[in-house]
């Protein structure tokens, strides 16, 4: 019972830290480690589960799976078809949807991380928002079921006397291969079932060191080494050694469940008990309730009612679909004997005929898929903001955004290139920050010639401006070429930082790595006397899109948060985040006279907050971050003073 109760409520410390995370990613930036938690969790209860029915010799593969679906797809399927109803008709219809729709579906086959994959979806990053990110993690788990009893049934057979030495060499094995390979693939993906299978099989090791006596540690030294653990955590950078170290302290407090100390009562304590026993409806439903409520509440309401709505739905769903399924024997042996060997051919030909009908057939489903979207969203209660952030985006053009071509050739570039025949050359340069500024580029009064090019933040090596980064590589290529022909060149440089430090893969010292970047980038082009690099500091981030914001404004719940001109008003934490590399760029141009650093938050905050409005009552961005076209209009011509400016002094 008390192996039981620790383990319980250590699901209810990994579920709370995950909700958290979401909640207020910045103020409990390790909550997401939570989701690792639970993978060491399942990886010993499922170890244990099958040891056991295999020790009374009452274990049967058909058993198995049917057990593990019921305990999964009952509470799963209620909630991806409720989920979809929910958002289709209380939030605000956008091509988004599209993508919520797909994720939600290929989470109900188990495959929703390998589709989170395909469209490059990065799991820190605010404007890959989406309401099922989270059935990553289920799907990882399905996939790990799906395999890992034949691996265990196999070693139980073949290694037993071996088998802590069999796992501990798999987990040693695929730690070390993921760590060592830097470049993103299928193998050390965020996402992939592949870069975390060890995570599970830390769990399964557990369950074998705790029934081998020989592997029992001093009480005392268990306690140490979890806190010591866990205070770790906070100074450690690199993404995978966090995995390793939350990992290894889970199978700690596992291994600790029959000593009495303070960690272990904490752990049994009854609200610890009752938030684990509902932690995977908790889990299945926060990310979508807390979407919603985000429509609706801003501030500490919007917190309250994320996390008290989570816990009601989650304890509904717990009671009425959980307990239900999962331990219905009838219904365990129906799917038995639906998963015999005989019908099992069926089975497995019925899927493939699947999975060929759709490839065969993708355009037709793209197509009713746009017909069914087009007649549901008429049912919408906010269906005249619909696309609010996607006809916004529309607005700009992006003929030189992720244009190798002009890259290449830059001369035979006229939408990027912009000849007037003058002394000075403009090079804007940078992500889809600077592809805000294209559009009007060209009727800004700078005293020079203008080439624009950009590129999404993913298409670059990170720590952003690597000098082994192929675009880097041409763009030094391209100023060197005209710095023959021209005056002086300002390279004008427009990147989002700290996005930046989220698709880095190893983050230790990332603030190092980055300037390190810069100082190659000046020493570069510093031998060039007619080249100057103007950055430009990294624009706030709003906690809301163009679409929340006015759903906010139409209706609005908030007891507190009257006043519609304020409404959705954000702090200043993420500009008070990037203060760290923005220290270390002015010290970077204290040291190099042809570097020059543009400080833009004052145009959109005050002392104490940023504005999601203009003085206008116009909003600046749509998606959190991009600019709006009116707003991009009026920025380009706020740095047409600053620019003037610098240009002005060096003539």
């Known amino acids: ?131 099922f990110i989270h059935t990553w993690s289920l799907a990882v788990e399905e996939q790990f079921y799906l395999f890992y009893p034949i691996i265990l049934v196999f070693t139980l057979l073949y290694f037993n006397k071996k088998k802590i030495l069999f796992f501990l060499l798999i987990i040693i094995t695929t ?165 015999n060997i005989e019908k099992s051919k069926y089975i497995i030909s019925a899927v493939i005929l699947t999975v060929i009908i759709f490839f065969f057939n993708i355009d037709q489903i793209k197509k009713f898929e746009s017909q069914s979207f087009n007649i549901l969203t008429k049912l919408n209660m906010h269906k005249e903001l619909k696309n609010s952030n996607k006809i916004e985006r529309e607005k700009f053009t992006y003929i030189c955004h992720e244009n190798i071509k002009a890259l290449n050739d830059i001369n035979n570039s006229k939408q990027c290139f912009f000849k007037l025949n003058q002394n000075n050359l403009l090079i804007f340069f940078g992500d889809s920050h600077n592809n805000s500024l294209h559009s009007f580029l060209k009727n800004l009064d700078l005293e020079g010639d203008k080439i624009s090019l950009s590129f999404n933040s993913s298409s670059f090596l990170h720590p952003i401006f690597r000098e082994d980064d192929k675009k880097i590589i041409k763009l030094k290529k391209i100023i060197n070429e005209k710095s023959k022909n021209y005056k002086s060149i300002y390279l004008i440089l427009s990147v989002d930082h700290l996005f930046s430090k989220n698709l880095t893969i190893d983050k230790s010292n990332f603030r190092n790595k980055l300037i390190s970047n810069y100082q190659k980038l000046l020493s570069d082009l510093s031998n060039n006397k007619v080249v100057k690099i103007i950055l430009l500091e990294d624009k706030p981030s709003a906690n809301l899109t163009l679409g929340q914001c006015n759903t906010l404004k139409k209706i609005n719940f908030s007891l507190i948060n009257r006043d519609k001109q304020f409404l959705c008003d954000y702090s200043k934490k993420i500009v008070n985040d990037f203060e760290p590399i923005k220290i270390l760029i002015q010290n970077l141009k204290k040291k190099n006279n042809n570097f020059y650093f543009i400080k833009t938050n004052s145009y959109f905050c005050d002392n104490d907050k940023c504005h999601f409005h203009n003085k206008d009552s116009k909003p600046f961005f749509y998606d959190k971050k991009h600019l709006t076209y009116d707003s991009a209009k009026k920025y380009s011509k706020f740095l047409e003073k600053k620019l003037k400016n610098i240009i002005a002094k060096k003539n």
């Open 175 to 339: 730690f070390f291969l993921n760590f060592i390979i830097e470049e993103k693939n299928i193998f050390t993906e965020f996402y992939s079932i592949f870069s975390r299978f060890w995570e599970l099989l830390i769990g399964c090791l557990g369950f074998f060191l705790i029934k081998n006596n020989k592997y029992k540690f001093n009480k005392s030294n268990y306690i140490y080494l979890i806190l010591f653990l866990i205070f770790l955590l906070s100074y450690i950078e690199n993404i995978k050694i966090k995995l390793l170290i939350i990992s290894l302290t889970s199978l700690l407090v596992i291994l600790n469940f029959e000593n009495k100390n303070y960690m272990n009562n904490f752990l049994k304590n009854k609200i610890l008990l009752r938030i684990g026993k509902i932690s995977y409806s908790l889990y299945l439903w926060h990310m979508v309730i807390f979407f919603i409520v985000g429509f609706y509440f801003v501030k500490l309401e919007y917190y309250f009612f994320s996390i008290i709505f989570s816990i009601i739905i989650a304890s509904l769903s717990y009671n009425l679909i959980e307990k239900s399924f999962t331990k219905n024997k009838k219904m365990i042996n129906k799917l038995k004997t639906f998963f």
């Open 1 to 131: 019972m008390n192996r039981i109760d620790v383990i319980q409520g250590l699901r209810g410390v990994s579920v709370i830290s995950v909700m958290l995370f979401h909640l207020m990613p910045e103020t409990f930036s390790l909550g997401y480690l939570g989701v690792d938690v639970f993978f060491v969790i399942s990886g010993f209860v499922i170890t244990k589960s099958i040891s056991d029915e295999m020790a009374k010799k009452n274990f049967s593969f058909s058993g198995f799976y049917a057990k593990r679906i019921l305990r999964l797809y009952p509470a799963l399927l209620f909630f991806i078809i409720s989920s979809i109803f929910l958002i289709f008709f209380l939030t605000i219809i956008d091509a988004n949807f599209k993508i919520y729709l797909r994720t939600a579906i290929s989470a109900l086959i188990g495959i929703s991380n390998f589709y989170l994959i395909s469209i490059n979806n990065d799991y820190f990053n605010p404007i890959d928002e989406n309401p």
